[in-house]
């Protein structure tokens, strides 16, 4: 019967959440990877009776199945994928399937920046406040391993664009849309418009009973969601004093409505920078609407330590401070960063490049930066735009060698910040693994 059987393309953390979730259901699955499957897993698959291969896509056996799930590291244009639409085969995302099992109350948040730290956040507010909450999507467990193992009340997910593009009826009761810059051009045709279109599309399935939250200083987003037909409660973060939807005045968080106004410190939160604050804003909000107290929230606040790999300190040597915000994979993250800071600036930059524009960094780099150390494979976009911009323009291709020549240019009240404004795939396994070696090269010195 072909409604049973399932195709799972990628034996990632999602695609094996996926596979153990299907058989729960009572599907047949197939797993398949284009790259190898470690050991552990082959025995996991096994000892599930879940069918799988490596190395390889064989098309044949996925045509008996009507539904395939895909990683969201997969591009939806490569030929396979046309080829399985093409025989009417319906591609979805783990995050699409998982919403398919689960009866919880779903609050989903994208954005290109601070989606991370608004999701810890938000999860952090709920658990405090004693919800029994699951947190997974682009962080933490897969949610379809959670749907499957422990199924939660609530759960916030923290989602992609990758993941957006394979959705048809995922539908939050609560999605935050906190900015839209550019970032992952390679993966849309180099097309902004369209990797606006996937940001967007956390809100398409949304009805009248719902809630989306948005940051309406980002003109990007407010005009893309004044070009779509919105049917979920609007709730604007970061609108004018007064006014209804969500702003901050005098160390104050105030949520706005018609008939009410519940106003709750922020004098605590930890986390510095305006666009921290518009992530307390949004999370301080998803709870106000779940009805958690303003005290509560209050006190998750104030005890929040941020995500790891962003804005990070790791130590101060010589009374020069080392920060990792090796999170920083695009322009829009990286420029948060080195406005925050306010010492002479030895930047380590560089990586896999998503078609970024380096321009908008310029006016901030003139200002700050004493040095520029290239860490990356292909520096040649960055040597274009910022050699001679700053004194010390250096290239490298090893983390330990960077970290080393910004430990011999600093004096003391420099500031030495990671920050790649690109991927990581091309030196490291990935930006937490980037990470890890920069806390490591700085301890080692």
Known sequence: MMEKKLVILGAGESGIGAALLAKKKGFDVFISDQNKIDQKLQGLLN????????????????????????????????????????????????IEFAAQHTSATLIGITGTNGKTTTTLLTYQILK??????????????????????RDHDFYVLEISSFQLDDIQ??????AVITNITPDHLDRYNYRFEDYIAAKVKISKNQS?????????????????????????????????????GVYAENDQIIIQTKNKKTMINSIQFPLSGRHNLLNAMAASTVASLLEISKDSIRESLSHFNGAPHRMEKVLSIQRVQYINDSKATNINATFFAIESIDTPLIWIVG??????????????????????????????KLKNTFEGVSEIFIETQSMSEAVKIAHKIAVPKDTVLLSPACASFDLFKNYEDRGEQFKNAVRNL
């Not at 405090?128 to 193992?149: K, P």
Request: charged fraction near 25%.
């Open 128 to 149: 405090d406040a004693g919800l029994n909450v699951g947190m997974a999507g682009n962080i933490g467990n897969s949610f379809a391993l959670q749907v499957a193992e």
């Open 351 to 380: 990586g896999v490049d998503k078609g970024n524009n380096y321009e908008e960094l310029l006016p901030l780099i003139r200002e700050k930066a004493k040095a520029i150390i290239c860490l990356g494979v292909d520096n040649e």
């Open 169 to 174: 009826d995922f539908a939050p009761h609560i």
């Open 47 to 94: 000892k599930e009776g879940i069918r799988w291969e490596a190395g390889q896509h064989s098309i044949e056996a996925m045509l008996a199945a009507k539904v395939v799930v895909k990683s969201p590291g997969i591009p939806s244009d490569i030929p396979l994928l046309q080829a399985l639409k093409k025989e009417g085969k319906i591609i979805l995302s783990e």
């Open 208 to 244: 009248t009973k719902d809630f989306l939250l948005f940051n309406a200083e980002d003109p990007v987003l407010s005009a893309a969601l004044k070009m779509n037909k919105i049917k979920a409660k609007k709730i604007a973060l970061a609108s004018p004093l007064g006014k209804e």
